[in-house]
């Protein structure tokens, strides 16, 4: 298949929760690194602190993502209440320090009509695009020893990760991109 020839974009919020150390450099690169293979720019305005009162940031310490799969548990819903600034198709990915539940390093369940992705702050660079991916309409891939974007490995996968053109075709016609 040939590649796209038209630019599309994600705008994605990053709103950290409480006061971590991440270096979104490295995990902005990465995710556009990967995205370009789509020509998909993913557009990221200023990182937000959620600088939440210590009463309320302990709710969300550590989150709770629960079986990560169709419904959202109760902390995913509650923190997608934070989405200044955030348009409707925009996704804010939630960065906290610590994950439980089913999910790993990140989880894209999400409120119905509310995109975002939850991710660890100690997650490898990579997590960030594997969860947008699900929220772009992609599914794991079954083969762990490949270097996909959407492999289902525990592991840290080493970069350069790759999309399909099928993943490509299918990301692409997702509403929450938008023509450049």
């Excluded at 610590?98 to 990579?126: F, L």
């Excluded at 969860?131 to 079954?142: A, K, P, R, S, T």
């Amino acid at each position: 298949m040939a590649r796209p020839r038209r630019t599309k974009t994600l705008k994605v919020h990053i709103k950290i929760i409480g006061p971590l150390s991440v270096n979104t450099n490295n995990i902005i690169a990465a995710t556009n690194e990967i995205f370009a293979q789509a020509k998909v720019v993913v557009q990221f305005p200023p990182i937000e602190p959620l600088n939440l009162p210590e009463d309320e940031l302990e709710f969300f310490e550590p989150m709770d993502v629960g079986a990560c799969r169709s419904d959202p548990a109760q902390d995913q819903i509650d923190i997608s209440a934070f989405r200044n600034n955030a348009g409707a198709k925009d996704v804010v990915a939630y960065v906290c320090r610590t994950i439980v539940g089913d999910a790993v390093d990140g989880c894209s369940t999400h409120p119905r009509g509310v995109p975002m992705v939850v991710i660890e702050s100690q997650a490898p660079n990579s997590v960030l695009a594997h969860e947008l991916g699900h929220l772009l309409m992609l599914d794991h891939c079954g083969d762990l020893l490949t270097n996909r974007l959407m492999n289902s490995s525990v592991s840290p996968i080493p970069p350069p990760l790759e999309l399909t053109d099928d993943e490509i075709r299918r990301m692409r016609r997702s509403r929450l991109l938008k023509n450049l």
